[in-house]
């Protein structure tokens, strides 16, 4: 299967999920530029689209290259409350970086907002949605194709988000970084489903916090609700690119792992292309990854749900599927990886031998 060429007119959001085509998401940002010294762990802010540029411009290029349809502005936490009056700048910069990467290529945009600093302690739903709706009015300005609201514990803030999303005339996304235990308020999974479809989205799903096996669960609650409810919409997960079976409600940030020491959790290409398909199957059409997903973990997306889609990533041209490259090698047990019964029954060691298995949350 050859790699795709020079894609033609561009379909909307909801033209390809609705034609039952296959939408792969981008992955990790602030992991990843925090790894490579853009980015402060903390705050977690993106001025980055400001500061360097080219790093935001190289990190989407990459996710393109490895098969995302989908490029999601660099405005994660990049509200007046967490960002003061350097807001705007941020929001704008980070949409004219993102168009001008998807114009290289098969992909639309996204404008991201997500959870305030603020909800937990002043509950102010006029407060709140003022903060949203200022990122609106710059992704209008800047013409993105279509919203995204993530990254949300509570159900009642993402509500808000999507009532003030749906303000605008563009489809609307929303993902919740909740676990099958739900949100914060144990809403379960497939209430906080229904209340996000009734409030207008027309994707919903959840993104962070949790690895692709524990995601893929909270996915499955998410669509059985919808499915009891007499409800549809299209599904989306993205979930983080490590495993992270020991993490409680809160997810991975309780780990005593998060954020510097994660490496020894990071997900396999294979481990990937296993959740690519167990999301298919279970009837998810936008695929894609959040902290720690590498382009190496899309393109393994991309090459898992190749016959899907009918082609393979550019980035495909230099990675033979299942090993096949190792075909070559002139060591003949390292030849004998070249299949992919070896690759997709490895149990990789962690190579720490003074290490647990697991960890046990901090909080």
Not at 96 to 107: I, N, T
Not at 185 to 211: M, Q, W, Y
Not at 242 to 248: A, N
Request: hydrophobic letters at 40%.
């Amino acid at each position: 299967m050859a790699p795709a060429g020079r894609p033609g007119a561009k379909k909307g959001i909801l033209e390809r999920l609705e034609s039952g085509e296959v939408v792969i998401g981008d992955g990790s940002f602030l992991i990843t530029l925090e790894k490579r010294g853009y980015v402060k762990a903390g705050l977690w802010t993106p001025e980055a689209v400001i500061e360097h540029p080219d790093a935001v411009r190289q990190l989407h290029m990459e996710f393109l290259r490895a098969g995302s349809n989908v490029m999601q502005t660099f405005t994660f936490s990049a509200s007046e409350d967490n960002m003061e009056s350097k807001w705007e700048d941020v929001n704008a910069a980070a949409c004219d970086l993102a168009r001008e990467v998807a114009g290289k290529g098969d992909a639309l945009v996204a404008g991201g907002i997500c959870q305030t600093s603020i909800y937990k302690y002043h509950k102010d739903e006029a407060r709140i949605k003022k903060l949203f709706r200022q990122q609106l009015e710059v992704f209008a300005w800047k013409n993105v194709d279509f919203l995204i609201a993530e990254y949300f514990e509570h159900v009642e803030e993402a509500v808000w988000a999507v009532e003030v999303l749906k303000e605008s005339d563009r489809p609307v996304a929303v993902t919740m970084c909740i676990g099958p235990e739900g949100d914060m308020h144990d809403i379960t999974p497939g209430e906080c489903a229904v209340r996000l479809v009734k409030a207008g989205a027309s994707i919903v799903g959840v993104n962070c916090r949790f690895g692709p096996d524990t995601s893929l669960k909270t996915m499955e609650l998410m669509k059985e609700g919808l499915e009891w409810a007499g409800l549809k919409a299209h599904l989306m997960v993205q979930p983080l690119g490590f495993h992270t079976p020991d993490c409680g409600k809160e997810g991975f940030v309780d780990l005593p792992e998060y954020p510097f020491g994660l490496e020894s959790r990071v997900a396999t290409r294979w481990d990937i292309q296993k959740y690519a398909r167990e999301a298919y199957n279970l009837g998810v059409r936008y695929i894609g990854g959040c902290c720690g997903f590498e382009p190496y973990h899309i393109r393994a997306i991309a090459e898992e749900l190749a016959p899907e889609r009918g082609f393979l990533p550019p980035a495909s041209e230099k990675h033979g599927s299942w090993g096949s490259g190792l075909d070559m090698h002139t060591k003949p047990w390292i030849r004998a990886r070249a299949r992919r019964e070896y690759w997709e029954n490895l149990l990789p060691a962690s190579g720490r031998p003074f290490c647990p298995s697991l960890s046990k949350p901090d909080f």
